[in-house]
Each structure stands twice: as C-alpha cells, then as structure tokens.
C-alpha cells in the first residue's frame, strides 16, 4: 500500500510541474499549487513550508530593477556592455557570457540578460559566427551567477545555512564568484574549439536567409538616453555595495573581531555579562541534550546569586569618602572564583561527552569575566566617558544584529528604489508595467507554486532521503551537485531548490557547529542548482530562441536536444569539479 502511495505522489509531483511547463509562463507556479491541493487533500500529506523569504527578497530585487529600468539605467547598462562586445567581436563567445555573468552578479537576477541577446545576436551575424554559441552560453552563464551574486536569495540563504559551519559571507562570495565565472570562460573555450561555428555552413541559416527570415545587420544602434539614467545605474550600484558592506560587517568572520575590539573600550557591567553567560549555557544544554532540568536549575541558581550579591555589594565598593573600598571588590572577585569552581565541577552537569563543550564555554567565559571583574568593576561605576558611549552605541548595531541579512537586503533594495523614483524622476505608476518587473513577479509566482510542491514531497520523506543522501553523499560527495542538478531543472529556481535540499543533506551527513568538516561539500556543490535550461521553458532561454532569426539558437523536437544543453551541463561540471578544488582551500 505504502508503495502504491509513493508512486501516487510521485506522479502527482512530476504531473503537475510537467502540466505548468507545457501551459507555460505563470501557469507554472499555478500547477504547482494544484500539485500541492492533490497531495496534502487527496494523498494524506502535509503541506511543506512556504520560501517566503526567497519570494520577498526575489521581489525587493525586481523592485529596484524595475525603477532603474524605467530612468533608462539598464538601457544605459546594455550600451557600455554593447561597446564592449562591439569594440572586440572576435571574442563575442567569451564577453557575451561575461557581460550577462556580471550584469546578474550584479542585479541579482536573471532577467537582465534579455536585454543583451539582440545585440549578442547582431554582433555574432557580423562576424559569421552561430548567434547559438555565444547566447547559450550567455544565458547558462546568467543562471549560474545567480550563485555567486551577493543580492541573490540563493546566495542569502546558503550564507545563512553555511555561517554556523565557519563559513563567512565574503568567503563564500568569494569561492563562487572564482568557480562559477571561471567555469563559464571553461565553457565559452570548449564551445569555441569543438563546437561548429562557421554561420555560412548552417543548412537552417541558409534557409532562413534564402526566405527573407534574417534582417541585415544594423550595426550599432544609438538610444537616446533618459537624464537621470546614469544617476541611476549609480544609486542601484552603490546600494549593492551597502548590502556587500553590511552584510560582511555582521558576518563573524569581521563581527568577532570588531566587538572585541569593541569591547575592549566598555567596560564591563558585571551584571549584564552574568546574564549573557547564563543563557548562552542554558542554550547550550538544550541543545546539546534533552535531559537538562537539573543542570538548567544549578546554573540558574548560582548565577542569579551572583548577579543579586553584585546588585547588594555594588553600593558599597566605595568608601564614606568616595574611594574604591579594594577588600570589598576583592572580596566579590573571590566570590567569581567560587562560582566559576562550583559551576564547572557542578555534578547536574555530569560527565556526559556532549557536555564537554558546554563546561569548556563556561570555563573559558567565567576565567575571561575574572581577569577582568577588579577593573570593570571600578570602570563600571564610574561615569561613561564619550570614548565609551561611542563604543557601546556601534555595539548597538551588531550585537545583537539588527537586521538579518535577508531583511538588510529587502530593505536596502526598496531603498534603492525609492532614491530611484525621487532623484531620477520616475513615474511609480508605471512600474507595473516594466518588462522587468512583470517577469520578476512571475517569477515569484513560479517559485511560490513549484517549490511549495517540492518541499511538500521533500517534507514527507525527508527521513529517507536522508538516509540515502547519508550513504550515497557519504561515500561519493559529488552526488550532491547531481541531486541538485535534476532538483532545480524541476523546482525551476535556484534558492527553491537550495531550500529544498539543503536541510535534508546537512541532517543526513551530521554537519553541525561542532562537526563541520563535510560542509565544503555544501559549498562545491551549490552552483548545481542552476540547471534551470535543461527543460526549455526559462523565460530567457526561450527569447534567445525567439530574437535569434538565423534560427541556429533552436529547441528539437525531443525537448532535451535543444542549443542550450551541452553548454550548460558542461558549465556546471566545471563549476562543481573548481568548486571541490577551491572550497576545501577555505574550510
């Protein structure tokens, strides 16, 4: 029964997303969602968790899009990339892919490269070249910066799964963008020596030309520019660096050393830091075992003590004439010691493995609390002087942090959007009607329809996927970019897939804070999730088919032998085999 069960959703799953494909453009995410009714009410399963964090950081990005599109700033984008590929065409096979790489690093999305494939398509005419070669590999290239671009959502939430494992934000930045860009120029090599280029031999070319199908090449068109475009190419740009810079700056990899830097200049208040160390060690039991109430209860007696005797004591570290009464701090110091002693040896916290690291952690913060404690205790009450209160304000900031990555990056985009329409003139009425916009929130669509349905299945076998993703990711690490591959041509987005997958395999190894030694595999394996051409329904795949009139850029009539398979799936390869090169480099 439970297999015919299997089978049933099996069919749903595959059903449904084949349904959106073939009714095309939003009907994707529809089907998505009908897929999800059948399941949860017809086969009894539970409904997955919704990406809502990809779909609003997918929208703040398209937001700001939109706005620099409708003041002329990506017209003005595609005339400096035009000048680029125009001023050396012999090399269109390598600039077309390394305009639209960094054309989405730098936007966040895809959708940019549409803009690029007529000017693509004219410059590779000129130089007798199949428009194929180089807008295959331009489009693969626009899905797989996807992965490197700091304002992604895919990149937002790996950065936010990785950073507990001792990956930073800009080490992962930086692995990606040396992988996946490298890959594409990999692949942009391989196309240019091994694939047929010559245009003239192209029998459909021929055709097409003999019929009147193909416009004579128009040169380089002149477009008159709106006023505030470059304003506004400058307001989008400068917003992502903000996002770069904030987003590192609450990265550990800088945030440990800057509030120890920080710190240095407060002085301590013995009372907060009690606390702190408390319900870090409480947090941490919990975690580490479920049986804590006796070792919970200990620590929480002995700390709220100290914090109370610090409390009563704290009015008389002076004397009657003002000074530091020094046997009285002394006298607390030694009360520190005391606690830290009878916290460590404590019996409630056993001789459990797991809790090692917890009596290490106190440890090491109590004999850091004590060093200090004489100090601190006189700086404390003292008045602040304005060196302090600059510190404590920066603190402020970071610790805890403020705004998550995610949310930074929302509201930095609908900031940028703002400055956008106010400076450079925009008209907000029109904003729905940006080709931009509309095929972002299209987007949305697909991803909140196809990827509630993934992660309903995923959901409901999350335990054996795991246990086959733990054997076979065990012993052959490089089945993961496979999983991804066929998960992500089916999800239909990158950050989808990613959030689909990513939870499971991390289970299903035991990687975790404490053993993180697997994660590069994590990190080698991400740029998999950009198989979104193997199926022919990616928006920008099918208008390089569209725009390419020599129709050498064509899609068989078996769906999978269209212009774009080989490219992309080579471009992967080489994105995972440099991956797994240049990632355990910075584990």
């Not at 490269?113 to 199949?130: D, L, R, T, Y």
């Not at 019929?211 to 190419?233: D, F, I, N, W, Y």
């Not at 569209?546 to 269209?562: A, E, L, P």
Request: hydrophobic fraction near 50%.
């Amino acid at each position: 029964m439970d297999s015919i069960l299997l089978i049933l959703q099996v069919a749903v799953l595959l059903g449904a997303i084949f349904l959106g494909i073939r009714l095309g453009g939003m009907a994707i995410g529809y089907a998505g969602g009908f897929g999800v009714v059948i399941l949860c009410l017809g086969l009894g399963m539970k409904p997955g968790d919704i990406p809502w964090d990809v779909i609003l950081i997918i929208m703040s990005v398209i937001a700001a899009i939109a706005a620099m599109q409708l003041a002329g700033g990506l017209d003005y984008m595609v005339q400096v990339a035009e000048k680029i590929l125009r001023k050396n065409p012999k090399y269109i096979n390598y600039l077309a892919p390394s305009v639209t790489y960094f054309l989405t690093f730098l936007a966040g999305t895809g959708h940019t490269a549409f803009s690029m494939i007529p000017v693509i398509v004219e410059v590779a005419k000129e130089q007798n070249i199949k428009p194929s070669a180089p807008l295959s590999i331009a489009v693969v290239a626009s899905q797989i910066a996807i992965t490197a671009s700091p304002v992604s959502a895919a990149v937002v939430y790996m950065s936010g799964v990785l950073e507990p494992f001792g990956w930073s934000y800009p080490t992962l930045l930086l692995v990606w963008l040396i992988t996946t860009f490298s890959a594409c120029m990999l692949t942009a090599f391989v196309v240019s020596k091994f694939f047929p280029l010559d245009l003239s031999k192209d029998i459909i070319y021929q055709e097409r030309l003999k019929a009147g199908l193909v416009k004579p090449s128009s040169g380089a068109q002149h477009m008159e520019l709106r006023k505030g475009a470059k304003l506004s190419v400058g307001i989008f740009l400068g917003g992502v660096l903000c996002v770069v810079i904030y987003a590192t700056s609450i990265s550990d990899v800088v945030r440990a050393p800057l509030l120890r830097l920080i710190n240095s200049h407060i002085p301590l208040d013995m009372e907060q830091e009690l606390f702190n160390i408390k319900s870090q060690a409480i947090g941490m039991l919990k975690s580490a075992s479920s049986d804590v109430n006796q070792a919970t209860q200990k620590l929480d007696a002995e700390f709220s003590k100290m914090q109370a005797l610090f409390i009563e004591s704290k009015g008389a570290f002076r004397d009657k004439n003002g000074a530091f009464d020094e046997t009285k701090i002394s006298a607390y110091v030694d009360s520190l010691n005391i606690l830290q002693h009878n916290i460590v040896h404590a019996k409630e916290l056993g001789v459990d493995d797991k809790l090692k690291e917890v009596k290490a952690f106190l440890e090491s913060k109590l004999s850091e609390l004590n060093a200090r404690a004489q100090d601190s205790i006189k700086e404390d009450i003292n008045e602040e002087g304005f060196s302090v209160k600059v510190a404590k304000m920066i603190k402020s900031y970071i610790d805890p942090v403020r705004l998550s990555r995610d949310g930074a990056i929302m509201s930095f985009m609908l900031l940028i959007a703002t400055c956008i329409v106010i400076f450079c003139k925009v008209d907000s009425g029109a904003l729905p009607n940006a080709s931009t916009f509309k095929s972002g929130m299209t987007a949305c669509v697909c991803v909140l329809g196809v990827a509630w349905l993934g992660n309903t299945f995923v959901g409901g076998y999350k335990e054996e996927i795991g246990a086959l993703a733990s054997k076979l990711v065990g012993d052959y690490p490089a089945l993961l970019s496979v999983a991804l591959f066929l998960a992500s041509m089916l999800l239909y987005s990158q950050a989808a897939t990613a959030k689909a997958i990513m939870p499971v395999v991390i289970g299903a190894l035991g990687i975790s804070a404490a053993n993180p030694e697997s994660s590069y595999i994590l990190v080698a394996s991400f740029a998999a999730v950009s198989a979104l051409f193997v199926l022919p329904t990616y928006p920008t795949l099918l208008g390089a088919v569209q725009m390419d009139d020599t129709g050498s850029t064509r899609i068989g009539k078996y769906v999978f032998n269209h212009s774009f398979i080989l490219p992309g799936t080579i471009a992967i390869i080489f994105s995972v085999a440099l991956g797994f090169i240049v990632a355990p480099l910075f584990a």
